[in-house]
Nanobody, 122 residues
């Protein structure tokens, strides 16, 4: 059974930072792209960042470019999203997802986590 478990969300002031983690189990990490999505209340789902072990590509949405960094720890089957200079508009539920045999960017997924809430206060 494939499981993706996000953690690391919380409440932070504008300008602060957080590190989100996505721990994957039951997944062949070498063949997958891991995508971070977010959804704010009343807004559409947004693909924030992506990293692919399948073809080595990465992706950042324009809204987070220069402030977020995605990284992977293959030994731990984990993907991290380092978020700096957070803004109130970054407030959302952040989800990680996986898609097999894919590079980045991609907005599809085979598996989906339960999400972690990030709230940025002004």
């Amino acid at each position: 059974e494939v499981q993706l478990v996000e953690s690391g969300g919380g409440l932070v002031q504008a300008g602060g930072s957080l590190r989100l983690s996505c721990a994957a189990s039951g997944l062949n990490f070498d063949n997958n792209a891991i995508i971070w999505f977010r959804q704010a209340p009343g807004k559409e789902l947004e693909g924030v960042s992506c990293i692919s072990n399948y073809d080595g590509t990465t992706y950042y949405a324009d809204s987070v470019k220069g402030r977020f960094t995605i990284s992977v720890d293959n030994a731990k089957n984990a993907v991290y999203l380092l978020m700096y200079i957070l803004k109130p508009e970054d407030t959302a539920v952040y989800y990680c997802a996986a898609l097999s045999r894919s590079g980045c960017p991609v907005l599809k997924y085979d598996y989906w986590g339960q999400g972690t809430q990030v709230t940025v206060s002004s």
